[in-house]
């Protein structure tokens, strides 16, 4: 079974100012690794994800996310924030095999401040 | 191209009350399903799945329960609403083996 572990229930961030969302993955197996975005009161939408190749995954709305194998993290990053980045974000982890369940983490709730 | 439909949008639900959240897929067909729950602060957990027409499966045993009478069609039911139930219900699909994609959401308040 996979674990998914996010340190930060919520960061504050000013806008414009970078920032990097952290994600802890635990597993006996290889996975894939997700990034989930959900504005108030929508559903779930992703963002990027590392299925294979390069360790640096681009996303959409300027978002990237790192896969460190031997640190088993997947920290996503976006080097200048706005006010509509303001969300919850989730990391998720399936194994790369089998059935297709993802396993979420607890989510990030990220502030931009003015 | 795919599109998934929630609804009710939100409900409001008094305790012992039955339940009924319908999710549809289109654009696609033989889709895995899955219901979600979000609970106020917390993550999502996932509820039930199913690969294909009747075949569902739990994950977690509690007061609710799941069909799928049609290919794209996915029902949360409940008999007796319970305080707990509360939270922010999501349908979710997948095709190719990777991602899901998210519905919108039924919010339920259960008083």
């Known amino acids: 079974a996979q674990s998914v572990t996010q340190l930060d229930s919520q960061v504050p961030v000013f806008e414009e100012a970078p920032v990097e969302l952290r994600c802890n993955y635990s597993s006996s197996v290889s996975v894939y690794l997700f990034w989930y975005v959900q504005y108030p009161n929508q559903g779930l939408q992703l963002l990027l994800k590392?299925?294979?190749?390069?360790?640096l995954v681009k996303g959409i709305n300027g978002f990237e996310a790192e896969f460190n194998k031997s640190q088993t993290s997947f920290h996503l990053r976006k080097p200048s924030v706005h006010i509509s980045d303001t969300a919850e974000y989730f990391c998720?982890?399936?194994?790369?095999?089998?059935?297709?369940?993802?396993?979420f983490g607890t989510g990030t709730r990220l502030t931009i401040i003015p | 191209s795919q599109t998934i439909h929630q609804w009710p949008a939100t409900l409001v639900q008094p305790v012992g009350s039955p339940l009924s959240l319908e999710c549809t897929v289109e654009?696609?067909?033989?889709?895995?399903l899955y219901w979600y729950r979000q609970a106020a602060g917390r993550g999502l957990q996932l509820l039930f799945y199913?690969?294909?027409?009747?075949?569902i499966s739990s994950e977690v045993p509690q007061n609710l329960s799941a069909s799928r009478p049609q290919d794209r069609q996915f029902i949360l039911s409940s008999k007796k609403l319970l305080l707990s139930d509360s939270g922010f219900y999501l349908c979710?699909?997948?095709?190719?083996?990777?991602?899901?994609?998210f519905g919108p959401g039924t919010r339920l308040t259960v008083t």
């Open positions: 199913s690969v294909g027409i009747g075949q």
């Open positions: 654009g696609t067909s033989n889709p895995n």
């Open positions: 590392y299925l294979s190749g390069s360790t």
């Open positions: 979710a699909w997948n095709v190719v083996p990777y991602e899901q994609y």
């Open positions: 998720a982890v399936r194994a790369n095999f089998g059935n297709e369940k993802l396993t």
